[in-house]
């Protein structure tokens, strides 16, 4: 829901970072690598209920995210690329569920419920990409995303927010669960309603 916002504040001083970064030989694809390999440290860290190394890891994992998108735009963005980067973003926000379930193994059907929404708010969300894609549709102002992103009372800012928010209160993550579930929901609601319009 606010991701356009804090892209639109952040632009200027994150694109200066990933200009500098190219100019310097790193890559799009290693910064993605790395963040991936930071989400999964933090997976892990979850399972020995480790929550600040988690947070921690959690925070490398998504500057590295910003940061990829500001290096591909200062070079050349790819559709591998954009592949890559959501596919890395979708295994760490369920990672995380899973793994501190693994932790806590009493949080087991809060975080099953939480995967199944992530599962309808993925599918509806790359879905949604795909009709548009067929149909030309796009965002306006043009950005330079690999593909289209439909939006949504959840996405990327307000995920990290509640994975930050369970390794801070790791003991009300049951409640915290249903909570973003029933916003997930909401968000498939609204793909579905995006997508009707071409029905």
């Known amino acids: 829901m606010i991701d356009n916002t804090l892209r639109r504040l952040f632009k200027a001083p994150v694109d200066r970072a ?16 790395v963040g991936f390999a930071f989400g999964i440290g933090g997976c892990v860290a979850l399972t020995q209920e480790a929550y600040g190394l988690a947070l921690a890891c959690l925070v490398l994992n998504r500057l590295a995210d910003l940061v990829d998108g500001a290096v ?26 899973l793994a501190f379930a693994i932790g806590r193994p009493e949080n087991a ?63 009300y993550f049951a409640v915290m669960a249903y909570v973003f579930a029933a916003i997930g929901w909401v968000s498939v609601i609204g793909h579905f309603l995006w997508a009707h319009q071409f029905a």
């Open 18 to 33: 990933g200009v500098w970064l190219a100019a310097r030989g790193v890559t799009a694809m290693q910064l993605t690598v």
């Open 72 to 97: 591909a735009r200062a070079t050349t963005v790819t559709d591998f690329g954009g592949f890559a980067d959501i596919v890395a973003d979708f295994l760490i926000y369920s990672g995380y569920v």
């Open 109 to 171: 059907i809060p975080a099953a419920v939480l995967i199944y929404t992530f599962l309808g708010t993925g599918s509806t969300f790359l879905a949604a990409a795909i009709i548009a894609a067929k149909r030309g549709v796009t965002r306006e102002p043009p950005s330079r995303k690999s593909f289209f992103y439909n939006t949504a009372l959840a996405e990327g800012t307000e995920s990290t927010i509640f994975l930050a928010l369970i390794c801070i209160f790791p003991d």
